[in-house]
T-cell receptor, first 112, second 114 residues
Framework: GENVEQHPSTLSVQEGDSAVIKCTYS??????FPWYKQELGKGPQLIID?????GEKKDQRIAVTLNKTAKHFSLHITETQPEDSAVYFC???????????FGQGTELSVKP | KAGVTQTPRYLIKTRGQQVTLSCSPI?????VSWYQQTPGQGLQFLFE???????NKGNFPGRFSGRQFSNSRSEMNVSTLELGDSALYLC?????????????FGPGTRLTVL
């Protein structure tokens, strides 16, 4: 069935360091991969997304890479700041529109 | 442009009761999806509505239902509440219902079942 594995479950870095979160998906038909940031008491907020015709996408300090052959994609945050501390979720689209399959989340802690 | 709004934000119910949650999508968005978020199971897809029709359904019992109105606003209903239904219920809207359409989430409704 459809499944997305996300690692690590927790990640602690020093301010200014880089953070990398990795996800693997099972459905080879998936072609859309968003990343969400969720802060305490809030809903998930889209931070970046990538579609399967692109291998890498960057937006300021955030980048996502996609390897369709290996069925994995990663989130890279450079020059981390304390305000980056949150839970990050990766997701993959289902062939059935309107449905996202989510990873289990990564709790990122950026220490000043 | 206003984001996705959900009401109420918090709800406390007892076992056996039923509950209705409401979601107003971003203006112009026609697709609304619902997700359940719990610490144990994470974010799980409940169902999706587009043009007032349920287009896709997740693996949840029939006690979970929903509908969409002509203005794209959506409601979900849970009948005969169980303790395990305690969760954050999230609504997401997108412009269309394509597999690559971006979904924008609301703040959620925190449901506690006692």
């Amino acid at each position: 069935g459809e499944n997305v594995e996300q690692h690590p479950s927790t990640l602690s870095v020093q301010e200014g360091d880089s953070a990398v979160i990795k996800c693997t998906y099972s459905d080879s038909a998936s072609n859309y991969f968003p990343w969400y940031k969720q802060e305490l008491g809030k809903g998930p907020q889209l931070i970046i997304d990538i579609r399967s015709n692109v291998g890498e996408k960057k937006d300021q300090r955030i980048a996502v890479t996609l390897n369709k052959t290996a069925k994995h994609f990663s989130l890279h945050i450079t020059e981390t700041q304390p305000e980056d501390s949150a839970v990050y979720f990766c997701a993959a689209s289902s062939v059935w529109g309107g449905k996202l399959i989510f990873g289990q989340g990564t709790e990122l802690s950026v220490k000043p | 442009k206003a984001g996705v709004t959900q009401t109420p934000r918090y709800l406390i119910k007892t076992r056996g009761q039923q509950v209705t949650l409401s979601c107003s999508p971003i203006s112009g968005h026609r697709s609304v999806s619902w997700y359940q978020q719990t610490p144990g199971q994470g974010l799980q897809f409940l169902f999706e509505y587009f043009s007032e029709t349920q287009r896709n359904k997740g693996n949840f019992p029939g006690r979970f239902s929903g509908r969409q109105f002509s203005n794209s606003r959506s409601e979900m209903n849970v009948s005969t509440l169980e303790l395990g239904d305690s969760a954050l219920y999230l609504c997401a809207s997108s412009f269309q219902r394509g597999a690559t359409d971006t979904q924008y989430f609301g703040p959620g409704t925190r449901l506690t079942v006692l």
